[in-house]
């Protein structure tokens, strides 16, 4: 995978979301996600009920001609010099790990990263995160993944687990892998066996929205997203309940 960072630090998560309304989604897996997230504008507030099944979602963000992360389809086709963002949220508290693949063989992982939060990995149900963090960025600087090299497809792949994998690196760790924590993509799958499984999913074809205030309050404070935010435009459901869950996201290019 070839993704050049233009003077930023690599960072943190979460999902993306659609502009349709919860309403018109509440009978979908969409809609099911939504319904976990709590129900005002008090964002501190926690849903009576844990969701059964564990599900991820994401969001893409395009940086405009003026700078501004505007929402794209998940299924567009970038090019070079593109610079993204993508946004994750999970309907649960547990462990995220992001990966990036480079070629066939190697993973890097990219998440977490010392610079957010020191490294942690826990994440609370429905506060998103976003990569790469503005909050890393220097002043006057943007963080964005910009997109280079020969066309190929980029891939990430995310991951949620309900207790911290103990063969990855997190925290005061992270400092033993100045070139990054790597590892074989065998090596890889024997932790997430559920890479190649399919799961349930449902898409929105969202574009052109730029991020909501509710979006930007959430990752600013680090405060939940409530069901009057956008819904995810993906979202995975681990409908096999396997531990840890992974979901692939693939950025298509020409």
């Given at each position: 995978?070839?993704?050049?960072?233009?003077?930023?630090?690599?960072?943190?998560?979460?999902?993306?979301?659609?502009?349709?309304?919860?309403?018109?989604?509440n009978q979908s897996a969409r809609g099911l996600f939504v319904k976990s997230r709590p129900s005002s504008e008090d964002r501190?507030?926690?849903?009576?009920?844990?969701?059964?099944?564990?599900?991820?979602?994401?969001?893409?963000?395009?940086?405009?001609?003026?700078?501004?992360?505007?929402?794209?389809?998940?299924?567009?086709?970038?090019?070079?010099?593109?610079?993204?963002?993508?946004?994750?949220?999970?309907?649960?508290?547990?462990?995220?790990?992001?990966?990036?693949?480079e070629g066939k063989d190697s993973i890097r992982m990219i998440y977490p990263d010392l610079r957010i939060r020191g490294g942690?990995?826990?994440?609370?149900?429905?506060?998103?995160?976003?990569?790469?963090?503005?909050?890393?960025?220097?002043?006057?600087?943007?963080?964005?993944?910009?997109?280079?090299?020969?066309?190929?497809?980029?891939?990430?792949?995310?991951?949620?687990?309900?207790?911290?994998?103990?063969?990855?690196?997190?925290?005061?760790?992270?400092?033993?892998?100045?070139?990054?924590?790597?590892?074989?993509?065998?090596?890889?799958?024997?932790?997430?066996?559920?890479?190649?499984e399919s799961n349930d999913q449902q898409v929105s074809q969202d574009e052109g929205e730029a991020m909501t205030i509710g979006?930007?309050?959430?990752?600013?404070?680090?405060?939940?997203?409530?069901?009057?935010?956008?819904?995810?435009?993906?979202?995975?459901?681990?409908?096999?309940?396997?531990?840890?869950?992974?979901?692939?996201?693939?950025?298509?290019?020409?």
């Amino acid at each position: 995978m070839t993704v050049r960072l233009s003077r930023i630090s690599l960072a943190a998560v979460v999902l993306a979301l659609s502009s349709g309304t919860f309403l018109a989604q509440n009978q979908s897996a969409r809609g099911l996600f939504v319904k976990s997230r709590p129900s005002s504008e008090d964002r501190k507030e926690t849903p009576a009920d844990a969701p059964e099944t564990v599900a991820l979602g994401y969001s893409l963000f395009l940086r405009d001609a003026s700078n501004k992360a505007m929402r794209v389809n998940p299924a567009r086709v970038f090019t070079a010099g593109d610079a993204i963002r993508i946004l994750v949220e999970s309907n649960a508290s547990g462990h995220l790990y992001i990966f990036n693949q480079e070629g066939k063989d190697s993973i890097r992982m990219i998440y977490p990263d010392l610079r957010i939060r020191g490294g942690a990995t826990d994440v609370t149900a429905h506060v998103p995160l976003l990569l790469p963090s503005e909050r890393t960025a220097a002043v006057g600087d943007t963080d964005w993944f910009v997109l280079s090299g020969a066309p190929q497809s980029e891939m990430l792949f995310a991951v949620f687990a309900t207790k911290p994998v103990s063969s990855w690196p997190s925290g005061k760790r992270l400092m033993g892998y100045k070139a990054g924590f790597a590892l074989r993509w065998e090596d890889f799958r024997k932790t997430v066996r559920s890479v190649v499984e399919s799961n349930d999913q449902q898409v929105s074809q969202d574009e052109g929205e730029a991020m909501t205030i509710g979006e930007q309050t959430s990752l600013s404070r680090g405060l939940k997203l409530v069901r009057q935010d956008p819904a995810p435009s993906v979202v995975k459901i681990n409908t096999r309940k396997v531990d840890p869950f992974v979901i692939q996201i693939e950025l298509l290019r020409k």
